[in-house]
């Protein structure tokens, strides 16, 4: 049975939700369990399943397995139940062995009739629609030092922002599906104020399976995900092609992507007006190297411009010497490793090389570098926030991060810091860490959150940033702290 039927089933049988743990172990209620006795017969106790899945739990496909649990002597469970379970088995199919993916095939054929009796439902939705609409909302406030000379504290309104996210999935057929997003971000209190009611399409995008020889081709507007681990990235608004490839056990990813729209006056390019939108081309291999430490390396290529203006204000760099640069390129290293089963240490390092630099301040070899440590190590090995720091689908999940970055002024390209937005600030006034967080900067985030309810999570983090080399600031070296708390709904 494919995954896709298998996961869609999981969302609309509540019955299997209810009998699956946070860790995997199955606990059927007993009204539950007398209903479904009518329905489904015991697995007998010597039944070759149990022993199937005992292999794939030691293969860690399956989790929170433990034989004693489901059965002693004649106490059995019902094949509804070990649907259940290999339900959750076909989930991992992707990331199991030759040898686990033929367990896994032969138990979906031994229970494919309770599987097909609990998809039914599914496939009379999807002889109708092929598409799904989910959504977020966020309620976040907001509050920052500004110790630099010049620099705006966020005051009244600015401290509080709501925003809404609506998010449409589509399947157009088996190789092919859409993703688009409507975000609408509001400074409360200012519904008539032009950033007081943002409505922007920052997710649009097509992705193809087994396209043009890739595994992956994804095409249209998306976050920026495809280099390093989140010292370059952008949460919205980039427009570009990916490229996926996996050859044994290295994944190859490209991506061409217009990080930064039309010049305007607020980010100073200087052929605002020609509708050349800046672009970065980026290659990167990830190594799995064992079971709990990957391995990255890539080569970027950046036509996008690096500016500077006085005491800080606009410009594209945090520095406020006049200096600038036509364009970069350059190379990133990095890791991400699991400390036992509870912790996650990622790093990267990223040396870039400067073109057509104009001044004698700046470095033509900026480098720049980020560490996290953090224990949510069943999300993917993102730098917070590229990522969650807990399941929202799990009550009482709590996660945390701790992170450093340090960034010399050009290091990355203006439009994809990864840190910024980040550490919040108000957009104007001098050196704003909530536009240029990675830029000639320098600093300790920390974060932590927690699942408060179901599809409910409470976040909260702090970060104290300082400028890294204060000869281009003029001797501005404190930015100060800044602070936020935020609650996400999800649904």
Known sequence: MAKRKINKWLKI????????????????????????????????????????????????????YDASSYYKGDKTITRYEMAVIVAKAIDKYDKASATDKQTIDKLAA?????????????????????????????????????KATGAVKLHGSDNFEFRQRIKINGNINENISMTARVNVTTKMGNFNAPDGNNVTLDIAALTAKDALGFDRVRLGR????SFTHGLFGKAIGVDGVRFDKNIGTTQFTGSINNVCGNGT???????????????VTAAQLTFKASDKLNLTGGYYWSDVPGISSTAGVGGTMNISTGDSFKSSKGWAVGFDTKIGDKLLLMGDYVSTKLDGVNGSNLSDSPKGWAVELTNATKMPPAYFEAKPLTD??????????ISYRSVEAGATPYGIGGFDGQAVSSTSGAYPTYLKGTD????????VASTIAKNVTWTTGMQDLKIKDSKLTGGVRDLGKSYFSKIEFFY
């Open 392 to 401: 929202y689908r799990k009550v009482h999940d709590f996660g945390w991060s």
């Open 110 to 146: 031994e229970f494919a009739s309770e599987l097909n009796k609990l998809g039914a439902r599914v496939t009379k939705v999807e002889a109708k629609t092929n598409t799904w609409i989910s959504g977020e909302t966020r309620l976040r406030f907001m509050r920052n030092d500004a």
């Open 222 to 225: 998306f976050f920026y995900d």
């Open 440 to 447: 000639n900067i320098k600093g300790i985030s920390i974060a």
């Open 265 to 279: 006056a607020t980010n100073a390019f200087k052929n605002s007006a020609s509708g050349d939108a800046e672009t």
């Open 13 to 64: 049988a509540p019955v299997a939700l209810l009998a699956i743990t946070m860790s995997g172990t199955v606990i059927i209620p007993n009204t539950v369990q007398a209903a479904l006795s009518q329905s489904f017969n015991d697995v007998p106790a010597n039944h070759w399943a149990y022993a199937a899945v005992s292999k794939l739990a030691q293969a860690g496909i399956v989790t929170g």
